[in-house]
């Protein structure tokens, strides 16, 4: 079993930065694929990006390429997402996924979330 917690969250101005982590125990999350995920108020959970188990490739929801980017540090068993220019849409509660093993493109594993709420 993983256990995955986000941290980072917090409330910000639009135009702000904030840098997400998501620290996997239980079992490293070395082979597993990770992704970010959002849920906005009255809002379905919708994907924000991904990086593989060897960070060889990430990829991102149009709505925030160019001003998120998902990285991950193995030997920490920890996931990053530094968010930049953040907009009041940006305002959700973030929640970070792993998969189970490498080959595998679907998540297993969640995490609580954390709230990010971005003023205008």
């Known amino acids: 079993q993983v256990q995955l917690v986000e941290s980072g969250g917090g409330l910000v101005q639009a135009g702000g930065s904030l840098r997400l982590s998501c620290a996997a125990s239980?079992?490293?999350?070395?082979?597993?694929?990770m992704g970010w995920f959002r849920q906005a108020p009255g809002k379905e959970r919708e994907f924000v990006a991904r990086i593989t188990w060897n960070g060889g490739n990430t990829v991102y929801a149009d709505s925030v390429k160019g001003r998120f980017t998902i990285s991950r540090d193995n030997a920490k068993n920890t996931v990053y997402l530094q968010m930049n220019s953040l907009k009041p849409e940006d305002t959700a509660v973030y929640y970070c996924?792993?998969?189970?093993?490498?080959?595998?493109?679907?998540?297993?594993?969640w995490g609580q979330g954390t709230q990010v709420t971005v003023s205008s």
């Open positions: 239980g079992r490293s999350v070395r082979w597993s694929n």
């Open positions: 996924a792993a998969s189970s093993s490498w080959n595998r493109s679907e998540y297993d594993y």
